[in-house]
Each structure stands twice: as C-alpha cells, then as structure tokens.
C-alpha cells in the first residue's frame, strides 16, 4: 500500500510540474464506468525538443559511427565510416544484460535486426581497437 502511495504521488507531482492532465473514461452499455484514461500534455517546448533523436554519432579516434532510426520498428543500421583496416564488434544487450546479438565486421554499413525483439531500451556497443562506443537503442 505505501508503494502505492508513494508511486500516485510521484506521478501527480510529474504531472503538476511538467504538463497538464486529461482524464477521459469510457463506458459500456449501462452506463458504467469500465476504463480511466489519463492523457497527460507536454509544454511545448518539452514536444519541440524530444528526448530520442532520429540519428546517433560518435567518434572513436578516427573512426565516426552513426546509428539510426532511433527509435526503431525492427532494422537498426550503423554506418561506420573511416574503418577500412579496421575489424569492429557489435554487441546488442537488452535491459536485462542478456547478450542478445555479437558480430564483427569489416563493412561500412551494419544492419542490426531487431525485428523480432520485444519493445522497450537495448544497448549496442561498437568496439574499434579495444576502444567502445556505447548507444542506447528504443525499440517501438
């Protein structure tokens, strides 16, 4: 019950701070009430300037990585560019920590396949000459 409690609060406090509530309810038939809906707005300038962007780069020495669509339906592609003598690992983990995917290559352009992958945050981490780069992924 005190987690319960404690979990209303901090989203009413959320939701005072940074945007404003709709609650909407939906009946059946007889006029009862069978689902609450709570649609909370962003200020504008919390919807002008998501916290997920489309691409990700990163530099590693010489080598420069993009990463995108961030967030993704299923295919991740990472452009790796500057890595012609270069062999670089991919390693995708899920929230969990699990190892889910791990390859190397040599090419410049990877496509990751997330397709089959519940929804939610994964990590692909990019190593070029025991040198990492670290990408936080959203699978939609």
């Known amino acids: 019950m005190r987690v ?7 989203q009413l406090c959320c939701v005072c701070l940074f ?3 709709v609650v909407d309810f939906l009946y059946d038939e007889s006029g009862n009430c069978i689902k609450k809906y709570l649609t ?3 200020p504008s300038k919390a919807r002008d300037n998501p916290l997920d962007t489309v691409s990700k780069t990163d530099n590693i ?8 669509p961030n967030p993704t339906d299923g295919l991740l592609r990472v452009v790796v560019s500057g890595a012609e003598q270069h062999d670089f690992d991919f390693r995708l983990i899920d929230a969990g920590g699990r190892l889910l995917q791990q390859f190397r290559s ?3 352009i990877n496509d990751v396949d997330m397709t089959y992958y519940a929804s939610g945050v994964y ?3 990019l190593y070029v000459d025991n040198k990492r780069s670290v990408f936080r992924i959203i699978k939609k």
Do not use: P
Not at 4 to 10: E, M, R
Not at 61 to 68: H, K, L, N, Q, T
């Open 4 to 10: 319960f409690v404690l979990s209303v609060f901090f």
């Open 19 to 21: 945007g404003q509530q």
């Open 40 to 42: 909370v707005e962003l």
């Open 61 to 68: 020495g010489d080598v420069a990585i993009s990463v995108y």
């Open 106 to 108: 040599r090419n410049e």
């Open 123 to 125: 990590v692909l981490v």
